[in-house]
């Protein structure tokens, strides 16, 4: 091969990398922020897979991000939808009139996990009383502290149960996300509230188990929202109202399906 | 650029409201750089100079290992420790896994090759009359090395300094074995990631700023005592 | 002992068959630069693999004072006792006020200085000296050659120089080396007066060797006798003491019996003993009064003089080009 063609086929590489990573002209992007566990799960990459092969024409960019700061890059306009799980945060978002449609798309469910001696006491009594148990015992608790979702959660239950355990020896903030604070709680042997997807996949290196609390108050339900003021909001309306409709719905399922085996996220 | 100044600006303002919980990762910082530095040249020294002098079974294979061992990339380390140190892994039973020691350990794991490269390497750069010399001594084996190694005083200040250097802008593997838990775990790469990746380039400006000057007064320091100067 | 040195093993560039080394005696490894003397010295030293295995100490051609102290350097390699010996050593070598200075400070001449004081007070039964005078000012190369021969004492020694005074004040026994082959071998007088071809007559030149006692001293100048002759030369030898003599047979002149003496001091009748056919050169063997006088002469000169075994004739050489050298 001469030292032209050899060039002339570099430069064709190139080019075709160039066209398989970008964007062709005639494609929208749409940018999605989701809570991290529903991309980190791959859960909603499943479902953006099955909406872009309805509409070829629609790219979704999936991004994850704790909940407030997915609803603060929504606010600076870097995001065109979102799908997070702390319903006062969203209310608010929602009352300060920033989103043109919200809707609640799914829902799983939280646990307590933690080592398998201190978890078998636990068993069918509310996240409260299990949380001032561990409290009393000055077990080790592992927490985001990073804003999330299930960082919210944790921190009413806390709030309810009447302890502001900041600060304590036995509560340790990793501030940041799931899976590392999944990865501490597990070498330290301590609880964690998790996010129930997560568990399961990591169930097997993580040597944890769910201390089977009483469920009420542990559910975490999703809600879609599209941005209002977004450059592509026919898209993102038509997506946030895809997810909420029945075909949204049993791309939800068939995901759940696919990944877990049975229905985490439940539509 | 208003962009630029406006991180510029909020870093400014970071550093100047910076509390006990940055200054804590800066100790952090420098305490495990300091031990994993200290260690490595304790181990690298003696190793360079053996691989310098020695004439043993399996030195071609210990000299390549520190070729390797040099270029070795952090995070693949810090992956190796992290499989060990695991809980149900083979050194589990030792609690180190998320602690500083086994950020420590890493460390080491970084630091040793280089320190052993940079020593041996300028053992060798010493030339033909030095080593004649020394071999004419008749020494034993440690007299030997040590009068090399003080021979090369110049290049210990190098491991030294080259030694710091990585450990110190290191993230890879802190940040997989440490786990970068606050007040915990937390070294000045590490908190510079977790802010990048929260957008909060003020404080990943001024923590990176930081990490500049503990690097620039180190290295300083160092060519200072080894006497000579970049 | 016989020692064969072969380096590299393939296509040696080195290649020494049956190298004579005798105990109690200094063999002097004599031969040009890129004879690969330095390389027979270091395979005799062990630092380069491939010679002996035996004991010796070993002085190398440009020895390296370590970063410190030049006290510490001193005492590099050696035990107590032998650390005391290096410090007198270097203490008769003038060096004994230096030794609180740093290595870095010392000159040339003053590092050989320390490094031969601390070689010798090793106690390897062998010693191995690269080019030992080389960095010291002539005019000091005699005392540090006494000390040397002195130090070495009754132990065997090997010592490497492509100089012919080096060679004369510190060997016994003298192995010429040409390109990387052994070429003769044998007591040094011997060598040095009877080549055992043009080649190395080529390098070594031709010099007669004396063992004579020192007479005399006046200003640079000093007198020996040997046997019965009465020899004039330069050097600063000690009366009463052992000496050698050294002077090329070049210098010899051939001055006919009754030859005015002009600025000739040295003058000794004899006879003819030998003559040596060279091609461009003849060499004569005169015997003067039991001395053997070797001279090297033109074949015209030869032929011009009408000399033969038998005849009688004046040799006579200046005194300023005989050296007289401390030593036995």
Known sequence: MGGRSWLTAVLAAGLAAGALGGCSPDETRVTVVAGTTLVDGKLLERVAADYEAQRPDVRLSVVGAPTARALALAEAGSADVTVTHDPSLEERFISEGRAELAVEVFSSRFILAGPRRGSASLGGVSAVEAFKRIAEQGHLFVSRADGSGTHQVEKEIWDRAGLDPTSREWYVETRQGMGLTLQVASQREAFVLVELSVFLTAEETTGLVDAALDPVGLDNSYRAMAVKGSPVTDESLAFVEWLGSQRGREAVRRANLELYGVQIFEP | MEFLWGVLADAVEVLSRAGPELWMVVALTLAVSAASTGIGVLLGVPLGAALALGRFRGRGVLRLAVSVGMGFPPVLAGLLLLLVFWRSGPLGGLGLIFTPTAMVIAQVVLATPVAAGVVSGSIRGLGMVPMEQLAALRLGRVARGMVAVREARAGVATAVAASFGRVVAEVGAVLVVGGNIVGETRVLTTLIVEESRQARFGAAVAAGAVLLVIALVVNVAVGRLGGDGP | ?328
């Open chain 3, 1 to 328: 002992m016989r020692v064969s040195l072969r380096y590299p093993s393939r296509d040696p560039v080195l290649d020494v068959e049956g190298l004579e080394l005798i105990e109690g005696r200094r063999t002097v490894v004599f031969g040009p630069n890129g004879a690969g003397k330095t390389t027979l010295v270091r395979l005799l030293a062990g630092t380069l693999p491939g010679g002996p295995e035996w004991e010796c100490a070993y002085l190398p051609q440009t020895p390296h004072l370590f970063r410190g102290g030049t006290g510490w350097n001193l005492g590099l390699g050696l035990d107590a006792r032998q650390s005391a010996r290096a410090t007198e050593l270097a203490a008769r070598l003038g060096m004994g006020d230096r030794l609180s200075e740093p290595a870095a400070l010392l000159s040339g001449g003053e590092r050989q200085r320390i490094a031969v004081a601390r070689v010798l007070a090793r106690q390897e039964p062998w010693v191995l000296l690269d080019e030992p005078l080389a960095p010291i000012d002539a005019e000091d190369r005699a005392a540090v050659a006494k000390l040397i021969a002195e130090g070495v004492g009754d132990r065997g020694a090997v010592i490497v120089t492509h100089d012919l005074e080096t060679a004369a004040a510190l060997g016994t026994h003298m192995a010429v080396l040409v390109e990387g082959r052994l070429r003769q071998q044998g007591p040094l007088g011997e060598v040095l007066s009877h080549p055992s071809d043009s080649r190395v007559a080529g390098v070594v030149g031709v010099s007669n060797l004396w063992e004579g006692v020192g007479v005399a001293r006046m200003g640079s100048f000093a007198a020996a006798m040997v046997g019965s002759v009465q020899v004039w030369g330069v050097g600063n030898i000690e009366v009463g003491t052992p000496c050698r003599v050294l002077f090329r047979g070049e210098s010899v002149a051939m001055l006919g019996a009754g030859e005015g003496s002009g600025s000739v001091r040295n003058r000794w009748a004899g006879r003819v003993a030998e003559v040596r056919q060279g091609g461009r050169w003849v060499e004569l063997e005169v015997d003067v009064g039991g001395v053997e006088v070797t001279a090297v002469i033109t074949p015209g000169a030869m032929d011009e003089m009408g000399l033969e075994i038998g005849s009688t004739v004046v040799t006579g050489v200046k005194a300023s080009a005989v050296r007289l050298l401390p030593g036995g």
